[in-house]
């Protein structure tokens, strides 16, 4: 509000209106307190021609008309009033001197409303003005604070009470104020209509938790027992600060997670759930709920909750960790090997909690790790006894899950010492078991007859393969004479073998062959 020490307005237009007019000046509003009192400045101007000898003058209650029969509130001439204003209204002006300031004490809720004054220089010369002076009786002080009150900026709360009395004369003084600053009495101001106020000034940095705080003012009045009392509440405002979040979070797979964020702030904040830069959830709101349904590992990450308002922001992440059963472990490495080579075997799984990891042959275990993803399995310079199936088996207290695989070991014939040939009546068998990978090439050679017997020659020889043996029979008919010498050879791409067959005294097996001779 901007106060004028200067002559009011209504004094400057009667000092250039003077001597032409009827016209009155007052202020269009006034107030007071119940119970004091209050002065209603008046001018007022006549033709100057009129020259009367008396002015008389009457003050009226919500009506300019006599003929309404409004409340006569002071009259000059019969100091005859309305019982309301009895011993309440006197005229501090000089009519003669077209002063119509009015008087009004022991104020009352019924005396608020519109005065209006009638001037009387004798006979026809009688004029009631249209301007009027409204009263408002009131019992609390006005507390003006700033539209805008944001926390860490200086803010002037004002406290401002009607001074038109002048038998009593307020005095005001904070309430609640304690830790907000100390106030400022700038004391009587003049107002922009000839009117009075005095006025107390507080300034104070606010902060968050003043926010909602009830600050008053009491204007008292010296050698009475009035007191009257105002408040007002501060609406401070202020960034968010997220005040309720959730710490990490663990879930099992398939289950529900319900994530909260919660944030003080004024005005209330915009809360965004976000992951990975996408927006899953936001409101206007104070706290927001993330439901997650059934979660599978792809939930499991970080989380960022941030909240902001026109004042600024905050924002703070809360980690997800979904617990699921290890995955079916993939073998990535060597699966078929040359004899003597060293080969490697990754084994990896992905769990939550990591798994225990394992690997066997045969129910032996040859590696294991605990709490790892990944194992690695080294099999320095293999042997064919490392050839056959293994088992990865991956395992938390969520499940357990498990892979096979082969190892193929490659290498050279071995004629195992099983082999031998036999010979009953007239026909000889010979039995050669090899152990190889690959498969390998069988023949049976009889140096003293210069005759080589191929495995294709199905009529003298019958193979059979089981895992890495091959049991090679070559039978031979009508073998009346001395047997003779055979020696088994094997080939594959890794070597040859051979082994010259010794003899026993009876036939090893039965198979389809016809009698050799010539």
């Known amino acids: ?3 004028l020490t200067a002559l009011p307005l209504f004094w400057i237009m009667i000092a250039a209106s003077r001597g032409g007019h ?51 509130v002071f009259k000059s001439r019969t100091q005859v009033v309305h019982e309301s204003f009895q011993g309440r209204s006197r005229l501090l002006g000089d009519l003669g001197l077209r002063n119509c300031t009015l008087l009004l004490s022991n104020l009352s809720p019924e005396l608020g409303g519109k005065y209006y004054f009638r001037g009387d220089l ?13 009263l408002d009786i009131i019992n609390t002080p006005n507390i003006v604070v700033p539209l805008e009150v944001v926390a860490g900026t200086e803010v002037e709360v004002s406290c401002m009470v009607p001074d038109n009395c002048p038998e009593l004369r307020p005095e005001l003084s904070w309430l609640g104020h304690d830790g907000l600053g100390e106030p400022a009495v700038l004391g009587r101001l003049r107002e922009d209509e000839g009117t009075w106020v005095q006025v107390s000034l507080l300034h104070f940095v606010p902060t968050r938790e003043a926010n909602g705080h009830r600050l008053g003012c009491q204007a008292s009045f010296p050698n009475t027992t009035l007191q009257f009392e105002g408040y007002a509440s501060l609406d401070v405002k202020y960034p968010p600060v997220i005040v309720e979040m959730n710490s990490s979070v663990e879930a099992i797979e398939g289950s529900h997670v319900s994530l909260l964020c919660g944030a003080d702030s004024n005005p209330p904040p915009l809360l965004t759930w976000m992951r990975d830069g996408t927006v899953l959830q936001e409101a206007v709101t104070e706290s927001l709920f993330l439901e997650l349904d059934e979660v599978t590992p792809r939930e499991d990450g970080v989380y960022a909750c941030l909240a902001e308002n026109a004042y600024g922001q905050d924002n703070r992440t809360v980690g997800l960790s979904v617990m699921y059963a290890p995955w079916k472990p993939t073998v990535n490495g060597t699966v078929v090997a040359v004899e003597g080579e060293t080969v490697s075997i990754l084994c990896s799984t992905q769990s939550n909690p990591d798994p225990i990891l394992t690997i066997f042959k045969e129910k032996q275990i040859l590696g294991t790790v605990i ?44 004629i195992l010492l099983e082999s031998h040939c036999a010979a009953a009546r007239d026909t000889v068998q010979c039995l050669c078991v090899v152990k190889s990978n690959p498969e390998p090439s069988v023949a049976f050679e009889l140096p003293s007859r210069n005759v080589t017997v191929n495995e294709t020659e199905r009529e003298f020889v019958y193979s059979e393969r089981s895992g890495l043996l091959l049991t090679s029979i ?28 010794p003899f026993l005294s009876k036939v090893v097996g039965t198979g389809a062959g016809k009698g050799w001779g010539r």
Request: with cysteine; net charge negative.
């Open 22 to 72: 009827w016209g009155a000046w007052m202020p269009s509003s006034i107030s007071a307190f119940e119970g004091t009192c209050v002065s209603i400045p008046c001018r007022f101007d006549f033709p100057d021609e009129l020259r009367p000898a008396v002015v008389h003058g009457v003050w009226y209650f919500n009506s300019p008309y006599p003929k309404n029969y409004p409340p006569v």
């Open 371 to 414: 709490y790892e993803s990944e194992l690695q399995l080294e099999l320095p310079a293999v042997t064919p006894e490392d050839d056959g199936e293994y088992w990865c088996v991956a395992e938390n207290q969520y499940g357990q899950r498990a892979t096979a695989f082969n190892l193929s070991v490659e290498f050279a014939p071995v």
């Open 1 to 3: 509000m901007i106060f």
């Open 474 to 501: 070559l039978t031979l008919r009508g073998q009346a004479q001395a047997p003779p010498r055979v020696i088994c050879t094997s080939r594959n791409l890794y070597g040859t073998k051979s082994l010259e067959l």
């Open 122 to 134: 004798g006979g026809y010369n009688q004029y009631t003005f249209s301007e009027h002076s409204i």
